[in-house]
């Protein structure tokens, strides 16, 4: 394998304070004669003008030509370019760029998600197209997500034809360095080069791992071995199950290059381009022996590894349980080192021929498709993949095959249908090294392929709702990103895919479609407050048509109630690539008023979207944030969960928006800072529970300590004491956010756990406003399903303010809902109101539009289930509460998802809670029980 090694570079960083005192020494830039910092140039300038002037050049960015590489500052000479919807970097990063390529890496102290700390490539785009879709990536040792390597320092610099950053570091006996480079004589790519050696016994180091986040195939990974063909897998993911090692050593394979494809729906278009190059020991005597790679990808992340040790010349390029075994005993020895090398080819197209025509040596093909809405999924006869093509604006394509192919297979997908070719090339070449030097200049033309005429259908204009299309019982998906993307065999659905259509009544809706000929049930809906409507099509190839279909109508009263929903996410989030205006008319469509964007940890306004367009009388939105925990550390070694807050507000040209540092931090202290920042602001814990044990997102599953929360034991009992014990330097503690995520999108099964818990903390007197939101990542996720129905004196989005949202919220005046809209109250005291009294009237009205059935009232007192009524019908019913000693009562609505319901909200079921009403005795405060602390 042709290799390329890094220039290398004499460094020096003057450190800001002691390794390991948690002080994070960084270089502002280095040379390769010097480095200085500010503290040094002015002890310069006190002994004399030249040593002053010398030493303020070596401390200014430095840059050859076009190379550029230094940390960003609110005055740098070279200004961050825009970098696009994933782009988080801002002052205080690192920015590399060669003109063309730019690449941030954040700084020491700007956590990176799986990381406590910076150092991570974070960002990567074309420095004129903000077209960044890159999440992130770390090195990784041993393969654990908590052993990312420290970082100590940071250091750039540049020289003709070449420009670098280095990340380095030195922790448990190792010293790390991982260096970033782009230089011309590898145009297009991003270089990475990771070394770590062996200074001191410590911990064992028996695999290394550089990791790429794309949670959600927020890129869509095209999983390739340029040496093995039969090995490459293509678009056919694994459902890979890391809590399972099974299911882990199933996954690995020998592939070394992934091609990470970024959606079709999002212009300008990016692929990445990611190859293993070299993986290497070198021993005392500075031999160096290649050692074997892996590659493990899935929907989520692709982990690149290699051995830091060699294996015999007999073993196998794929390592297996044995292989992993040994990893897991063998050891980097003092004196020793391991380099790893990739790079990463940053590509203007969308798809995985700008890639794989960079590595194949074998005949062009070329062809003419008669729509360019298509995506073209190349294979052998096998089936084995060898790449994915997107035609240009005029339907023209063309790929290269590698050598070694003498027929293949087009699988072409659009939105009408599919269309396979095989073709034979006549080869009887044998060679199967894609990488061989001298190149087949053949070239095939395919010619023009009829992919057939779809029906057009012209969509309604300047109307709210949302369309899904039928035929028979199978739904039509639109948006697709027109691609083979699987996962355990399942058709792996993200981004603008759906299976309904969004018209906010925008200038920017569909204003048409393109259909497979046929017959057509067609459904409009608008939320649950609105009737559904129906129509029938009969659609005919070549012909154009237009929808006449009935606008859905209010069929429920509303008023004194907003819909809001305050957990949404849309592209800017690192596992998503929903389009941001895609997300706006799913929410409008939906008949949501009111949307909280809560990206993963990147703190955005939606505001500037919503009034592009005009769609500011129809929706209120401020922003949010969700602080998402993923690093493990000494405050909190299970993470801090998810949480979001809002509003808040972002910071322009801040690292992630100006979200507030909150790795290596308890909940506590987190909830602490943005109280202190945003005193109005709502902190509300999300999704506290799931059926699947994931550290990162269920707090109440681990309290940031690896001990579950016990609803049967006081808060103060070992192990959920954790919640209440004060924190250094705040008198807030892990339990005192403001709202709890009772029900997170459609699971009756999660919500009944996160109730438990809840009912727990009510009855220790904390009281949490609970709160029902979708969590929705893409638009196939119903957004606004659930949401929080919240009472407010101006039901109206163009009239209502942010802060009588807040307030209410905050008072407690919330209903959850999937469907049925309810009030509740006692006496007149509503949900989150004290009734002063030990008797009175509870008053349960109902309304629901007649495709939202309800069957069932349940009324749960201080906890325990006290009535259970029939119900099946909008109406009012009432029964008396008489109590001895202060309470809460909670009221709940169910349904059975049935016929219409059903077939809009698969999985969901008609269901709705209010917060509890609180009944005092005595009229001297509601307390529940003698607790650690009343928190009314």
């Not at 998402?628 to 550390?633: D, E, I, P, Y």
């Not at 540092?661 to 602490?672: H, M, N, S, T, Y």
């Amino acid at each position: 394998m042709r290799t390329y090694p890094l220039q290398r570079f004499f460094l020096y960083a003057f450190m800001a304070g002691t390794p390991g005192s948690g002080a994070r020494v960084r270089a502002v830039v280095s040379t390769p004669g010097g480095g200085c910092t500010w503290q040094r140039i002015v002890a310069h300038c006190r002994y004399s003008l030249l040593a002053c002037t010398a030493a303020f050049l070596l401390a200014m960015p430095v840059y050859s030509a076009d190379y550029y590489a230094a940390q960003v500052s609110a005055s740098s000479e070279y200004p961050l370019p825009a970098g696009g919807m994933d782009a988080m970097g801002g002052v205080g990063d690192w920015l590399l760029s060669d003109g063309d390529i730019c690449a941030v890496i954040s700084d020491s102290n700007h956590a990176s998600f799986l990381a406590a700390e910076g150092g991570a490539l974070i960002d990567l785009w074309h420095c004129d197209a903000a077209n960044d879709q890159w999440s992130v990536s770390h090195a990784q040792l041993n393969l654990q997500k908590d052993q990312i390597p420290p970082t100590d320092t940071i250091t750039a610099g540049t020289q003709d034809g070449a420009a670098w950053i280095e990340v380095a570091g030195r922790r448990n006996g190792l010293h790390t360095a991982v260096r970033y480079q782009l230089a011309e004589s590898h145009p297009g790519a991003l270089l990475v080069e990771s070394t770590v050696s062996r200074v001191e016994e410590g911990p064992r180091l028996g695999m290394f791992g550089a990791i790429i986040l794309h949670p959600g195939a927020s890129l869509r990974p095209f999983a390739l071995d340029s040496q093995e063909a039969a090995a490459s897998r293509g678009f056919q993911l694994d459902a890979i199950d890391t809590t399972k090692p099974a299911s882990i050593l199933s996954s690995v394979s020998a592939s070394d290059t992934q091609i990470l494809i970024g959606s079709r729906h999002i212009a300008p278009g990016i692929t990445y381009g990611v190859r293993t190059l070299e993986a290497l020991h070198i021993d005392t005597d500075g031999r160096a022996r290649p050692v074997t790679p892996f590659m493990l990808g899935g929907r989520e992340f692709s982990l690149f590894g290699a051995f830091t040790q060699p294996f015999p010349g007999f073993w196998s390029r794929t390592p297996g349980m044995i292989s992993f075994a040994l990893g897991q005993i063998r050891d980097l020895g003092v004196g020793e080192t391991f380099v790893y090398r990739q790079s990463i080819a940053v590509n203007r197209h969308a798809d995985a021929a700008v890639v794989t025509d960079q590595i194949y040596r074998g005949a062009v093909v070329s062809g003419t498709l008669n729509s360019a809405q298509a995506g073209i999924t190349v294979t052998d006869d096998n089936g084995t993949p060898i790449t994915f093509v997107r035609p240009a604006d005029h339907g023209g394509f063309s790929f290269r095959l590698p050598r070694s192919i003498d027929s293949f297979r087009l699988v072409i997908e659009t939105p009408w249908g599919q269309t396979q070719l095989a073709h034979t090339t006549g080869r009887t070449d044998s060679n199967t090294t894609s990488g061989a030097a001298d190149i087949d200049l053949g070239a095939i033309d395919l010619g023009a392929i009829d992919l057939g005429e779809p029906a057009q259908l012209l969509l309604p204009r300047g109307r709210v709702m949302s369309l899904m299309f039928l035929q028979g019982d199978e739904r039509t998906l639109f948006n697709s990103e027109l691609s083979t993307l699987t996962v355990g065999n399942a058709r792996a659905l993200g981004g603008a895919a759906s299976y309904r259509i969004s018209l906010a009544g925008s200038s920017a809706d569909l204003p048409s479609v393109a259909l497979a000929p046929g017959q057509y049930r067609v459904i409009a809906s608008r939320g649950p407050e609105y009737s559904v409507t129906e129509t029938h099509l009969t659609l005919s190839a070549g012909q154009r048509h237009t929808l006449e279909i009935a606008d859905p109508v209010r069929q429920v009263d509303s008023s004194g109630l907003i819909g809001v929903d305050l957990h949404v996410h849309s592209g800017i989030s690192f596992d998503s690539s929903l389009p941001l205006q895609q997300r706006v008319k799913d929410f409008v469509a939906q008949g949501g008023e009111v949307l909280v964007p809560t990206e993963h940890n990147v703190t955005y306004d939606f505001s500037p979207i919503v009034e592009a367009m005009g769609l500011d009388d129809k929706l209120l939105t401020f922003p949010g944030v969700e602080i998402t925990g993923m690093a493990r550390s000494a405050a909190a070694p299970t993470t801090i969960g998810h949480s979001n807050v809002f509003p808040v507000a972002p910071l322009a040209g801040a690292f992630m928006g100006g979200t507030l540092p909150f790795e290596g931090k308890r909940l506590g202290q987190v909830i602490a800072d943005y109280k202190a920042a945003f005193p109005q602001s709502i902190f509300q814990l999300n999704h506290p529970r799931t059926e699947i044990h994931d550290d990162d997102v269920t707090f109440f599953n681990h309290l940031s300590q690896g001990v579950a929360y016990d609803p049967a034991l006081p808060v103060d009992a070992p192990g959920n004491h954790t919640l209440v014990e004060p924190l250094p330097g705040t008198h807030y503690r892990d339990i005192d956010f403001d709202a709890i995520e009772l029900l997170n999108g459609p699971s009756m099964d999660v919500y009944a756990l996160v109730r438990e818990d809840w009912f727990s903390l009510l009855r220790q007197n904390f009281y949490k406003v609970a709160t029902a939101n979708s969590d929705s990542h893409s638009s196939h996720e119903t957004v606004a399903f659930p949401r929080n129905y919240v009472v407010v004196a101006r039901d109206d989005p163009a009239q209502v303010g942010v802060e009588e949202i807040v307030s209410a919220i905050k008072r407690g005046a919330v209903y959850g809902s999937t469907g049925p809209i309810i009030r509740v109250d006692i006496d007149g005291a509503g949900p989150g109101d004290t009734h002063p009294k030990n008797a009175g009237m509870l008053n349960i009205h109902i309304d629901h539009a007649p495709w939202v059935p309800v069957a069932q009232i349940r009324v749960w007192l201080n906890g325990e289930l006290w009535q259970t009524l029939p119900v099946d019908k909008a109406g009012t019913t009432s029964l008396p509460v008489v109590v001895e000693r202060d309470s809460f009562v909670f009221v709940e609505v169910y349904g059975q998802a049935q016929q219409m319901y059903a077939r809009l909200l698969p999985g969901f079921t008609p269901f709705a809670f209010a917060n509890p009403v609180f009944m005092d005795v005595a009229g001297d405060g509601w307390q529940y029980d003698a607790g650690p602390q009343a928190s009314r």
